[in-house]
């Protein structure tokens, strides 16, 4: 499912025009994407939890050439299923 088929399915169970319904799903994004950058969690009991994890700075290799390389320190967005959500796919 992409966003378009997303929104579609949110107008459709919601009873929503697919504009209002374009609008809250964007907004839930948006709602996500802000609170991640504030570094905050998002949980949603029986969902998940978003939250941001920290990446070490480490040393890789070059596929090519083989030479050792640094790699950044990072973050990165992580999401860990919750109860309710890990039941409804099984």
């Not at 609008?23 to 996500?32: P, T």
């Not at 939890?49 to 920290?54: G, L």
């Given at each position: 499912m992409n966003k378009n088929e997303l929104i579609g399915a949110v107008a459709e169970a919601s009873g929503?025009?697919?504009?209002?319904?374009?609008?809250?799903?964007?907004?839930?994004?948006?709602?996500?994407?802000?609170?991640?950058?504030?570094?905050?969690?998002?949980r949603l009991v029986g969902?998940?939890?978003?939250?941001?994890?920290?990446?070490?700075?480490?040393?890789?290799?070059?596929?090519?050439?083989?030479?050792?390389?640094?790699i950044k320190a990072s973050s990165a967005p992580k999401f860990k299923a919750g109860k309710g959500l890990k039941d409804a796919v099984n």
């Open positions: 929503l025009s697919r504009t209002d319904a374009t609008k809250a799903v964007e907004g839930v994004f948006g709602a996500i994407e802000s609170a991640l950058k504030k570094r905050d969690e998002v969902f998940g939890t978003f939250s941001v994890a920290k990446r070490k700075a480490s040393t890789g290799r070059n596929p090519r050439t083989g030479e050792p390389m640094k």
